[in-house]
């Protein structure tokens, strides 16, 4: 539990830090570096929608993982996420290690970094429909070279770039255009989503 604690404290510190420096060396001052960064105040509607995103964004995982043999192979991997939680099973551990994981190594950290200053900045220079676009399409790459390293099959690789693409574009709609440009939203979605996933994938199916 320590481990993976620091870990994630480590991650969300190196995925700020570029943000930072930016910030830093275009203002002389860390002074409004969090509003820059969306790290504010939500509104209501944005958090309800962002909750009711997670289903949408965890769904085809659960649904691929369920019905394809290679695909619930690939989940179930030991040396995967959900196939650690597997191996661990059910319990205080595991569980916090979870949370751990899927609301602050992964999601916070990536909202900070990817839609807290890579969509915002997209934006400024590109416009909102361009930038959303850019960011989703860079968000989704990521993601499908990680899957890479593992498998080859395509259409798992096209599934894994669509729906992190259709997420991060989704939730810079929810930042920008409902919260005031909080990332919030963003991070309840992306959390939300994670927890599911890596539970249902981990202890249930």
Not at 110 to 130: D, N
Not at 151 to 161: E, G, K, R
Request: charged share 10%; aromatic share 12%; with cysteine.
């Amino acid at each position: 539990m320590i481990n993976e604690s620091i870990g994630a404290i480590l991650q969300i510190l190196v995925f700020t830090l570029v943000p930072f420096l930016v910030y830093l060396i275009k203002n002389k001052s860390a002074k409004g570096f969090l509003e820059y960064i969306g790290l504010k105040k939500s509104t209501k509607k944005a958090n309800y929608l962002a909750v009711v995103a997670c289903l949408l964004f965890a769904t085809p995982m659960l649904i691929l993982t369920l019905t394809n043999a290679d695909f619930k192979e690939l989940m179930f991997d030991p040396n995967s996420i959900t196939g650690k939680f597997r191996q661990m099973g059910f319990g205080i551990e595991s569980l916090f290690i979870l949370i751990v994981i899927a609301l602050f190594k992964t999601s916070f950290a990536e909202e900070v970094l990817f839609r807290g200053f890579i969509a915002k900045r997209l934006i400024s220079v590109a416009g909102y429909q361009k930038g959303n676009v850019i960011q989703a399409a860079i968000f989704g790459v990521i993601h499908t070279a990680l899957f890479a390293l593992v498998t080859s099959n395509i259409i798992f690789l096209i599934a894994i770039f669509i729906i992190p693409s259709t997420g991060a574009y989704v939730s810079v709609y929810l930042n920008e255009k409902i919260a005031n440009g909080s990332i919030i939203p963003g991070w309840i979605s992306h959390g939300l989503a994670n927890i599911l996933a890596y539970s249902i994938v981990g202890f249930v199916i």
